[in-house]
């Protein structure tokens, strides 16, 4: 059992997910981080989760140094969601919102803003999540002495007058991008209070530079936040959302679940989202990676008793095959079977939208995509007729030929495939099907055919 990492002072482990344009450094980041925090000694160790490593309280003030006072946190540690960028982001819903309580938003300092930048802004901002801003590759500012791994004031204080002043170009580039999208911000160190002023920390990802002010500032951030809205008791029946559905051999389909409350046990009966409504059915095993150093032995996984948020588990359990990523999970332990069922269907609901109206019809590959597509659309004002994950079916093509005029009937994939003869039937029937896995260009490529459709009646 990990407890380690989990249960202190009534907070459970905030969970920490990375978002950013491509190229800008999340993956090298979350390695940096991983790599700077397996600690040899005293303090702990950070531990592998599926889908997520968790970084405890004092790996977190041995990397940060002098600027984490470990005292002065009820926070076990930070949870990093492992699968940096939005696709993941949105997937990972939990009741109400996103299921990262706070998030790292990378920005190369070279390169600024970009589209994916606005766009994760854009979500973080629905979702309300608070973030911090990764100002990355400070190292790349020419003339730039490397001190590997310190603190930035430590390596600004070696600088010379002229990296300095680029370095704050820079820095204040980024603040005035972020002040354009609507957040106020500063130089981390000069904020009170990172609810209302989005930190901007510069770090490199490459060096590690930076890296122990960014851990100390999402640490005040996750306290300040935990604090208010995150007590929770860490033994009750477990709820999460599902990370990933997949093949595991010898242990058919499996959830990958990142877990935010309560505790799921080896002898749970629990309700997952499926494709035709929630799934009811017992764990067969719970499962958590093994160290690295054991695997050449023994299996890849190890089983667990129980298993407490926030974690990232593996469960394995008989009738997942059309469990669907970003659906809710709980377990029932204590509480009445048909509650829970009802909760995992108002959740799934609240996504699947069945409006009876003419319009186009949706398909996507996870919940959280689904949430997405359907705000895209609305944004763009094209009426939805039907909303659901899944791949495109016979029946999509059923559905879109009741629109009326015919000419516009639509089904609108992302991230899925076509079933059966769906794409022959759709070609008989007229039903023009779109398919990607980028939200505007599905949009985009609507609209025009509706343009050109209006250029032709004219
Ligand atoms: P992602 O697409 O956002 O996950 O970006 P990656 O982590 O894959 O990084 C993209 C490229 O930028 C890779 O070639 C990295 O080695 C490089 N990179 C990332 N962070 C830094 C940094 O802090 N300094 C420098 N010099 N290069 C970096």
């Known amino acids: 059992m990990s407890g380690d ?7 459970r482990t905030p969970i920490v997910a990375v978002l950013g344009h491509v190229d800008h450094g999340k993956t090298s980041l979350l390695d940096k981080i991983r790599g700077s925090t397996v600690i040899e000694g005293e303090a702990g160790a950070i531990t592998q989760h599926i889908g997520a490593t968790a970084v405890p309280l004092d790996v977190v003030s041995e990397v940060a140094g002098s600027l984490v006072d470990p005292t002065e946190f009820d926070l076990p540690g930070l949870l990093f969601i492992d699968t940096p960028g939005h696709h993941s982001f949105t997937t990972l819903r939990s009741r109400g919102g996103a299921l990262a309580d706070i998030a790292i938003l990378v920005v190369d300092v070279n390169d600024g803003f970009q589209p994916q930048t606005e766009e994760a802004i854009k979500i973080l901002a629905d979702s309300q999540t608070p973030f911090v801003v990764a100002a990355n590759k400070v190292d790349t500012i020419p003339g730039w002495q490397v001190h590997e791994d310190a603190p930035i004031q430590q390596t600004l204080d070696a600088q010379s007058d002229r990296v300095e002043q680029q370095f704050n170009e820079k820095l204040y580039e980024i603040i005035g991008e972020l002040s354009d999208a609507g957040f106020t911000s ?8 990172f609810r209302s002023n989005v ?11 930076g890296i122990p002010d960014l851990l100390t500032v999402l640490m005040g951030l996750a306290q300040r936040y935990m604090k208010e809205d995150m007590e929770i008791d860490v033994r009750g029946p477990g709820a999460g959302t599902v990370l990933e559905v997949k ?17 799921v046990r080896a002898d749970d009966t629990v309700v997952v989202g499926g494709v035709n409504g929630p799934i009811v059915t017992d764990v067969r095993a719970l499962l958590k990676p093994r160290p690295l150093a054991e695997i050449r032995t023994e ?9 407490a948020a926030a974690a990232g588990v593996k469960i394995a359990a008989p009738d997942l095959d059309d469990a669907i990523a970003g659906a809710p999970i709980r377990a029932v332990r204590g509480r009445d079977l048909d509650d829970v069922i009802a909760e995992v269907q108002a959740e799934l609901a609240e996504v699947a939208v069945d409006t009876g109206e003419e319009g186009v ?22 009426p939805i007729m039907r909303a659901e994950v899944g791949d495109i ?17 639509a089904i609108l994939g992302f991230n899925v495939d076509t079933l059966g003869d769906a794409a022959d039937r759709a070609e008989q029937d007229d039903v023009e099907v779109f398919r990607s896995d980028v939200i505007y260009q599905l949009v985009e490529e609507y ?9 032709r009646q004219k």
Not at 6 to 11: A, F, I, K, R
Not at 299 to 307: L, N
Not at 393 to 409: I, N, S
Not at 447 to 455: K, L, N, Q, S, T
């Open 393 to 409: 079916a016979p029946r999509d093509v059923a559905m879109a030929t009741t629109v009326e005029e015919e000419e516009y009937r």
């Open 447 to 455: 609209e025009a055919f509706v343009e050109d459709i209006e250029r």
């Open 5 to 11: 990492t989990q249960q202190h002072g009534g907070l």
């Open 299 to 307: 299996s890849r996984f190890e089983k667990v008793d129980e298993i």
């Open 186 to 193: 500063d130089f981390y160190w000069r904020v009170q209070d």
């Open 199 to 209: 930190g901007v920390v510069p770090v490199s990802a490459m060096t590690g530079e």
């Open 247 to 263: 093949d595991e051999q010898g242990f058919g389909t499996t959830l990958d679940v990142i877990l935010y409350d309560g505790t």
């Open 361 to 382: 019809v949706v398909k996507a590959d996870t919940l959280g995509s689904l949430e997405a597509m359907a705000n895209a659309l609305e944004e763009a004002e094209i």
